[in-house]
Nanobody, 113 residues
């Protein structure tokens, strides 16, 4: 059974940093392209960042230069380091295994001005 479990969300002030984790099980982790998405209230989920099997990252323009995606193939876990956060980063953040479309349950990040 495939599971993706996010953690690390919380409430923080603008300009601070936070790291989200996505612990996985049941995946062929090293062969998986992995991603983070976020969802604003009453909006569809939007792409945030992706990391390929060869550790190549891709970022949405809105987070480029501030967020860093990484993976640990020994821990079957990947991360989203969020730096210099802004109030507009407030959303529920979801991790995803891209090929089969497995999602985590999400973790809330709230940034105050």
């Amino acid at each position: 059974q495939v599971q993706l479990v996010e953690s690390g969300g919380g409430v923080l002030q603008a300009g601070a940093s936070l790291t989200l984790s996505c612990a996985t099980s049941g995946l062929a982790f090293r062969a998986a392209n992995l991603a983070w998405y976020r969802q604003f209230p009453r909006k569809e989920r939007e792409f945030v960042a992706r990391i390929s099997t060869s550790d190549r990252p891709t970022y949405a323009d809105s987070v480029k230069g501030r967020f860093v995606i990484s993976r640990d193939n020994f821990k079957n876990t990947f991360y989203l380091q969020m730096n210099r956060v802004k109030p507009e980063d407030t959303a529920r953040y979801y991790c995803k295994e891209e090929l089969h479309g497995f999602w985590g349950q999400g973790t809330q990040v709230t940034v105050s001005a």
